[in-house]
């Protein structure tokens, strides 16, 4: 290995640590109380160096936003074998879910903090491509439903936007403990439960 190869692994990797440092501090912290010279602590490193890799804190819970899309798409593939596309769309809400649950800090920070749309409005390129590509896959399944006989009659991009702010909703007010709250005695599962009602209305559409 060159030295040029050698210096380029080794910015990969101090990055890569700047990352593992922020994620660790910002599911112990959260994003508000979560600084650059608490990262730079981390990793024993002066905030100056995080300068050189990323232009603020904002930039960098974009790129830990990013890595939280990349790992729900890879989890959404293995639909793509699902020829059926209403089974496909119900096995989405199922993973999207999962993955909600399982992963509550990375979901806040990936659908409901303002830190990386702050990242995403400041930049040169202000399209939300994780949040648009995610998007996407969901309207091209519901335009296969439609191809197939489902929901007559109705706009697939309105209706995708309904179905994912439903799901989105359901995720949130768990994620946020409402549901603690309001439905103490069905909080583990309400959300499963909601979502198979949800079907049952799409199955009527």
Same mark, same amino acid.
């Given at each position: ?53 990323? *232009? ?5 819970? !974009?790129?830990? #936003? ?6 729900? @798409? ?11 596309? @209403? ?16 992963? $509550? ?10 830190? $990386?749309?702050? #990242? ?18 969901? *309207? ?21 936007? @309904?179905?994912?702010?439903?799901? !989105?909703? @359901? ?12 439905? $103490? !005695? ?20």
């Amino acid at each position: 290995m060159g030295i040029a190869d050698r210096k380029e692994r080794d910015k990969e990797e101090l990055r890569e640590r700047i990352l593992v440092a922020a994620k660790s501090l910002f599911l112990q912290k959260g994003v508000e109380k979560t600084s650059i010279r608490n990262i730079a602590d981390q990793i024993e490193y002066s905030p100056g160096i995080i300068y050189h890799y990323f *232009r603020d804190k904002n930039e960098i819970f !974009h790129a830990l #936003h990013q890595g939280g899309f990349i790992q729900l @798409m890879e989890k959404m593939q293995v639909l793509g074998v699902v020829r059926n596309p @209403m089974e496909r769309l119900k096995a989405m809400g199922s993973i999207y879910i999962t993955f909600a649950l399982e992963n $509550p800090d990375m979901y806040d920070l990936m659908f409901i903090k303002e830190a $990386p749309i702050d #990242h995403v409005s400041s930049s040169e390129h202000d399209n939300w491509k994780e949040g648009g590509g995610t998007f996407n896959y969901l *309207r091209t399944t519901i335009d296969d439903c439609i191809k197939a006989g489902h929901f007559l009659g109705h706009d697939a991009e309105a209706l995708s936007y @309904m179905i994912w702010s439903t799901v !989105h909703g @359901m995720v949130s007010l768990n994620i946020r403990k409402r549901c603690e709250v309001v439905l $103490p !005695h069905r909080q583990e599962t309400i959300v499963v439960d909601g979502l198979e009602e949800f079907y049952k209305i799409l199955d009527k559409l």
